[in-house]
């Protein structure tokens, strides 16, 4: 049981670039998110998927693309890199009922990039 | 202004000291208080939530609530140098909005 993986875990990019960061839970969670976390702004939502077939902007989404593949999979992807996007990425689920509930989020152990 | 507010320390204690952690907000239909710890280059995780007001006790963390004065507080006695880490606060709405509101984060080492 790996819970949330990512890759990669490291990645060096140039102004302008593209790149596709992964993210996979085997946790049978119906709700996955991306986050950025970067020094005294603590973590930000940049996108966020109820369930498999739907995707919902967060606080942060400008400059981002993602993709709910299927249950398992959420990709964030940068279509042209720019050096503020430098930051850690974290991807996380949760099993959101339509309960509500604290909706507690298991995070996986994130992606550094950055952006020259 | 941010809806949730964080010290961001750095925190120095004395392995054994008694270590509050806080937070305040200013959404009042905040409902879900939780604390994540993050150990360095690790993703976070949940410690412990409370649901509304009140206190949570889990061993040597107690975690209180007080929606008068919108302040949330995290409590850790007997610190040990394993607590290193920042600790964030988290706050979600009631219903089914699943999104959370983080605060900044605290960063605490233990020194023993």
């Known amino acids: 049981n790996a819970g949330v993986t990512q890759t990669p875990k490291f990645q060096v990019l140039k102004t302008g670039q593209s790149m596709t960061l992964q993210c996979a839970q085997d946790m049978n969670h119906n709700s996955m998110y991306w986050y950025r976390q970067d020094p005294g702004m603590g973590l930000r939502l940049i996108y966020y998927?109820?369930?498999?077939?739907?995707?919902d902007k967060g606080e942060v989404p400008n400059g981002y693309n993602v993709s709910r593949l299927n249950k398992r999979e959420f990709s964030l992807r940068l279509e042209s890199a720019a050096p503020s996007q430098t930051s850690v990425y974290f991807c996380a689920s949760s099993f959101s009922g339509t309960s509500g509930g604290a909706n507690e989020q298991f995070f996986g152990p994130g992606t550094r990039l950055t952006v020259l | 202004q941010k809806e949730v507010e964080q010290d961001p320390g750095p925190l120095s204690v004395p392995e054994g000291a008694i270590v509050s952690l806080n937070c305040t907000y200013s959404n009042s239909a905040f409902q879900y208080f939780m604390w994540y710890r993050q150990y360095s280059r690790k993703g976070p995780e949940l410690l412990m939530y409370t649901y509304s007001s009140g206190n949570k006790e889990d061993g040597r963390f107690t975690a209180q609530v007080d929606k008068s004065s919108k302040y949330i507080s995290l409590f850790i006695r007997d610190s040990q140098p394993s607590d290193s880490a920042t600790y964030l606060c988290?706050?979600?709405?009631?219903?089914?909005?699943?999104?959370?509101?983080f605060g900044s984060g605290t960063q605490l080492t233990v020194l023993p």
């Open positions: 998927s109820a369930s498999e077939g739907t995707t």
């Open positions: 988290a706050m979600k709405q009631t219903g089914s909005a699943r999104q959370l509101t």
